[in-house]
């Protein structure tokens, strides 16, 4: 198990270093495998990115692309849950997913962790909870037309968010904005 576990700058560092050029993240990636104490090995495993690439990301013989470098924070991002209570997911559109600000919860004596899911499609929310189970999440929260969708699929505990009058209003008001500009 790795350790000390990632933190935000860390996934940061390696995006700024992936926008430098491919030589920096490679230099960054490697160490912080080092500093997390994780092969190449555990990193293909845990991201789903095959050994070869990531041995020729790291030797810097092949270009790093977006995918790529999605799949590896994501799994650094996963470390984190190492530090929590419980791991919730949310599955949701990517807007919605990037209203959330707090990713790390305290409740009462509880540290909690929620983890994205995104999903624009049915295939999206399918797969979506179906990693979510694989990555032995405690539960997720999604909207109710979406927990219709997966509970036959999953085993873990849903729950539903509720849609009140309030963000319905707030959602025709914006829309009436777009449909009748004045």
């Known amino acids: 198990m790795a350790s000390p576990l990632p933190s935000p700058e860390?996934?940061?560092?390696?995006?700024?270093a992936a926008m430098e050029s491919d030589e920096a993240f490679a230099a960054k990636l490697k160490g912080v495998m080092k500093?997390?104490?994780?092969?190449?090995?555990?990193?293909?495993?845990?991201?789903?990115?095959?050994?070869?690439?990531?041995?020729?990301?790291?030797?810097?013989?092949?270009?790093?692309?977006?995918?790529?470098?999605?799949?590896?924070?994501?799994?650094l991002k996963g470390l984190e849950s190492q530090n929590?209570?419980?791991?919730?997911?949310?599955?949701?559109?990517?807007?919605?997913?990037?209203?959330i600000k707090k990713h790390q919860l305290s409740l009462g004596r509880r540290k909690v962790l929620l983890r994205e899911y995104p999903a624009s499609s049915v295939e999206d929310v399918i797969s979506g909870g179906l990693r979510a189970e694989r990555e032995r999440i405690d539960g997720l929260v999604c909207a109710p037309i979406v927990a219709?969708?997966?509970?036959?699929?999953?085993?873990?505990?849903?729950?539903?968010?509720?849609?009140?009058?309030?963000?319905?209003?707030?959602?025709?008001?914006?829309?009436?904005?777009?449909?009748?500009?004045?």
């Open 84 to 99: 929590a209570d419980i791991v919730i997911g949310v599955i949701a559109a990517r807007s919605t997913l990037d209203s």
């Open 10 to 16: 860390v996934r940061e560092d390696l995006l700024a």
């Open 148 to 182: 219709n969708l997966i509970e036959g699929f999953v085993r873990v505990p849903i729950m539903t968010v509720k849609i009140d009058e309030e963000t319905v209003f707030d959602a025709v008001s914006l829309l009436i904005d777009k449909v009748s500009p004045e």
């Open 35 to 75: 500093q997390l104490g994780i092969t190449s090995m555990e990193l293909s495993e845990g991201s789903g990115v095959p050994l070869s690439t990531i041995n020729k990301i790291i030797s810097q013989n092949r270009d790093l692309r977006c995918s790529t470098l999605r799949k590896i924070i994501i799994y």
